[in-house]
T-cell receptor, first 116, second 115 residues
Framework: QKEVEQDPGPLSVPEGAIVSLNCTYS??????FMWYRQYSRKGPELLMY????GNKEDGRFTAQVDKSSKYISLFIRDSQPSDSATYLC????????????????FGQGTILTVHP | AAGVIQSPRHLIKEKRETATLKCYPI?????VYWYQQGPGQDPQFLIS???????DKGSIPDRFSAQQFSDYHSELNMSSLELGDSALYFC??????????????FGPGTRLTVL
């Protein structure tokens, strides 16, 4: 079982829709969570990162973390065709003491298509 | 703003040949990570360097080696290439001191095709 699970989709929505992308994780020591966007044949681009439980908002994007259920989400409001990409959740490794470091573990990525 | 530079962007090799991938981190970033992404898969961590020393090692085959140089650029050397090595290879850089998030910024990747 992967430490970070993500529904690969694909997900297809009309322009203007609210998109919800979700991941679950198994290691309660994980402290930080990132969302990356990856366009086809490009490198992952950091969208947002969060630490504590709760919401973090940046423009049309909202990241949500629920550590009690080990569940992270990314919401995209007013989705645009330019949002069409693969979205990857990721978390840095964490030792038993809860200290985060280095290497990222990614979810499988969700392929999102926003059609006009 | 300057980004992570990787070269070459595309590389085609035959089985059993060798390949060298290069990564130039964002200026003042002292940590470099290498990831391998197979078709339709998520990136898998290979190896990382901090201040020119190997800091962590993931699922990197023994046929691969890497190092970080005094100018912080890094090279991934791959020998005895196999068909299964065909993938996108990403380099990411980060700098400590930005909080425990260790935010990693990815390069555009090198697409390696082994024939």
């Amino acid at each position: 079982q992967k430490e970070v699970e993500q529904d690969p989709g694909p997900l297809s929505v009309p322009e203007g829709a609210i998109v919800s992308l979700n991941c679950t994780y198994s290691n309660s020591a994980f402290q930080y969570f990132m969302w990356y966007r990856q366009y086809s044949r490009k490198g992952p681009e950091l969208l947002m990162y969060t630490y504590s439980s709760g919401n973090k908002e940046d423009g049309r994007f909202t990241a949500q973390v629920d550590k009690s259920s080990k569940y992270i989400s990314l919401f995209i409001r007013d989705s645009q065709p330019s949002d069409s990409a693969t979205y990857l959740c990721a978390t840095p490794a964490a030792d038993a003491g809860g200290t985060s470091y280095g290497k990222l573990t990614f979810g499988q990525g969700t392929i999102l298509t926003v059609h006009p | 703003a300057a980004g992570v530079i990787q070269s070459p962007r595309h590389l085609i090799k035959e089985k059993r040949e060798t390949a060298t991938l290069k990564c130039y981190p964002i200026p003042r970033h002292d940590t470099v990570y290498w990831y391998q992404q197979g078709p339709g898969q998520d990136p898998q961590f290979l190896i990382s360097f901090y201040e020119k020393m190997q800091s962590d090692k993931g699922s990197i085959p023994d046929r691969f080696s890497a190092q970080q140089f005094s100018d912080y650029h890094s090279e991934l050397n791959m020998s005895s290439l196999e068909l299964g090595d065909s993938a996108l290879y990403f380099c990411a850089s980060s700098t400590p001191g930005t909080g425990a998030t260790d935010t990693q910024y990815f390069g555009p990747g090198t697409r390696l095709t082994v024939l």
